[in-house]
RNA sequence: GGACCAUUAGCUCAGCUGGAUAGAGCGCUGCCCUCCGAAGGCAGAGGUCAGAGGUUCGAAUCCUCUAUGGUCCGCCA
């Protein structure tokens, strides 16, 4: 159910050359080949489902490989005779220092600790740009993310929807996509009708006549400012005016103030957009005509009555013949209008012309990042895309789910009407953007997630974003140490440091979580899921604070190790690695790396 | 009536697209801190992975059904 192509989610996991267990896969791959040579194995093997993985359980080895279980049956041998023969060879490398055949017949290997070493000269070498993939194979993708009507300021829900968008596009970019982040006005509809008239009572306002705010309006505060610049701009003019006589020009003007207020709000959580694409700018193209011209040379659009929608009976339905969309034969479940009975469009029809213009702007994969309550919309728009791409252009929906406020462990709840509107500005102004990003990112996106307001802010290793970056920080930390003792910890010196050093169960753990990275960006990265750099990180920074803590006791295991420079390069160089690893995290969820925390 | 998502330890959640004895934090139990790296550390208890079938060497993971919760279901966007 990938929603990658077959190009980029496919079996070559020998891409990533940073990729340990990439290589070691290769190793084996190899390895296979040669016994096919000699005649140990039968001809024809298809080698795509072996898989080199960390084992769950330590204990097992450093890592396993599936490869005999799985080429058992197509070779018709017993898992163990090929898991032997496989373990004997391998053993012959020189990063193989075991190779035990365990349970139905895994191989669990165990790599010589250079291997684990030599990790912390490539992320010294390389920076944050270690792990960066090459599965993306510099696909065009674009992301859609927040599209908030431009009605008002984005409250919490847009929040973790421009958070979680950006931190995808984010990932993809650095797993070798070439992303386009994306933004949809939705200008076009009734909605900024009814945002012009609440800035025109605004307006009013300002010209100091009493207004009272009916049923459909916006009473929101944010507009009084929009109605006080609206009378800057035209003075009077529009007092005692009819609707026709100020409707369109108040619209744009308020639709241009509210994409401001939108644009600032994303800019205060660090969201920068590529594209902010505008609906109304697809009327009068022939850009909706085209795309539904699309659909009905494909036999996909004709006249007809829809069923009236079961369970829940609306009192004034009745049925009328509509222009439909087929979408029946692309997986939906019912067939969508695109037409109103009074012939104009549907909502859907500009969305199918947007979806349109990207599958022409050439890209090879497209998605949306949606709020859960869009989730009825998803097989509609899966449909057109598959329509209008022939199923070329995968179309991958992603929904955010709703966040739940809370302070002093106190729920709040939010609503439009009662004024008690929880906005991003809120949430940034009180936690910042790095703890809002940071902890919008610690759920899966289609878990309901809690943010509450206190629990962000402490500092314990209940907290995510605090245990990360005071990770970050300590390493800061000791490099200023370093410094002060007069030890030289630029990359490149600490890159040649004697990092055979490093021979201790806790440096080596460390070292094997580092090494992760690479194949956790692109696991992250092909199901579209950031939070996993998330947790990582949460679990790389418990082994740093796990090292560190046996510091306390142990102290050869300090980084900084008196009167041997040499010996506080090689570990320094492996806590440095550690800081950059997080740096390179923390980029992807778009969160600052903390120097020092106070 | 139907669609989509969720259901894993007392609580909040991970679980690397099918691997071995299912993990983390909190909470709980026990131990550890005069100082040198404790805004803590070490150890332990705690599970019918909602339930029932199925697929296969092997299932928390894939399929079917059931239960519970959330979101949604014609001309609103």
């Keep these: 159910m990938s929603a990658l192509p077959a190009v980029i989610d496919g079996r070559d996991k020998r891409k990533n050359p940073m990729n340990i267990f990439a290589q070691i896969r290769e190793l084996i791959t190899t390895t296979l080949d040669t016994m096919v040579q000699d005649g140990t194995l039968p001809d024809g093997l298809n080698f795509d489902p072996i898989t080199a993985e960390p084992p769950r359980d330590a204990a097992h080895g450093d890592m396993a ?28 490398d020189a990063r193989i220092t075991s190779a035990e055949v365990a349970g139905p017949g895994f191989l669990n290997l165990r790599l010589a600790p250079s291997v684990w070493q030599a990790v912390a000269k490539t992320v010294l070498d390389e920076g944050t740009a270690f792990g960066r ?61 009814v945002l012009a008239r609440s800035v025109y009572l605004r307006y009013q306002e300002a010209h100091g006549q009493e207004v009272a705010f009916p049923d459909g309006t916006y009473p929101g505060d944010y507009l009084i400012e929009v109605g006080e610049a609206l009378k800057a701009k035209v003075g009077d003019d529009y007092l005692d005016k009819g609707e026709q006589y100020w409707l369109e020009d108040v619209r744009t003007f308020a639709t241009e103030k509210m994409m401001d207020l939108i644009r600032s709000d994303l800019k205060a959580l660090g969201v920068e957009m590529d594209v902010f694409y505008s609906e109304k700018s697809l ?51 019912v067939d969508r209008p695109v037409m109103k009975s009074d012939g104009g469009w549907t909502y859907f029809a500009p969305d199918i012309a947007y979806h349109y213009d990207k599958v022409q702007r050439g890209f090879d994969l497209l998605i949306d990042v949606f709020g859960a309550d869009h989730g ?38 939010m609503s439009k009407r009662a004024g008690t509107f929880v906005t991003l500005r809120d949430v940034v102004d ?43 920080a300590r390493v800061a930390s000791v490099l200023r140490k370093a410094a002060d003792a007069g030890i030289a910890t630029d990359d490149a010196t600490l890159a040649a440091a004697d990092l055979s050093l490093l021979d201790h169960d806790s440096e080596l753990l460390l070292l094997r979580k580092l090494a992760e990275w690479p194949r956790l960006v692109e696991t ?75």
């Design 283 to 333: 009327y009068g193209t022939g850009l909706i005509e085209a795309a539904l011209k699309d659909l009905k040379d494909k036999g996909l659009i004709y006249e007809g009555v829809l069923e009236p929608p079961k369970g829940k009976k609306p009192e004034d339905w009745e049925p009328r013949e509509q222009t439909l969309f087929r979408s029946t034969d692309h997986g939906d479940d």
């Design 65 to 92: 490989t599936n490869a005999a279980m799985v080429l058992a049956k197509p070779a018709g041998m017993k898992p163990r005779d090929i898991a032997d023969a496989l373990a004997a060879k391998l053993t012959s």
């Design 376 to 413: 009825g919309y998803v097989k509609r728009m899966k449909a057109a895309v598959s329509a209008l791409s022939d199923g070329k252009v995968p179309l991958d929906i992603k929904l955010t789910q709703l966040v739940k406020l809370f302070k002093n462990g106190e729920p709040f709840k």
């Design 524 to 598: 992250a990265a092909r199901t579209n899921e950031p939070h996993r750099v998330a947790f990582y990180l949460y679990e790389l920074a418990g082994d740093f604070h796990g090292l560190w803590n046996k510091g306390n006791e142990v102290t050869s295991l300090r980084f900084i190790q008196e009167g041997d420079p040499a010996t506080s390069q090689a570990k320094i160089a492996l806590a440095r690695a550690t800081a950059i690893v997080i740096a390179a995290g923390l980029g992807i969820l778009g969160v600052n790396p903390a120097e020092e925390m106070r």
């Design 133 to 193: 993939g090459t599965v993306g194979n510099g696909l065009k993708v674009n992301v859609e993310y927040v599209s908030a009507n431009p009605t008002g300021p984005l409250h919490v829900g847009h929040t973790r929807g421009a958070v979680f968008g950006d931190a995808l596009a984010s990932l993809l970019d650095f797993a070798g996509f070439d992303v386009t982040r994306e933004y949809y006005i939705n200008d076009g509809g009734a909605q900024v009708d």
């Design 430 to 472: 009180q936690v910042g953007p790095d703890v809002t990003r940071f902890v919008m990112l610690t759920r899966k996106n289609d878990a309901m997630l809690d943010f509450d307001f206190d629990k962000v802010l402490e500092q314990s290793r209940e907290n995510p974003v605090f245990y990360v970056q005071y990770a970050h």
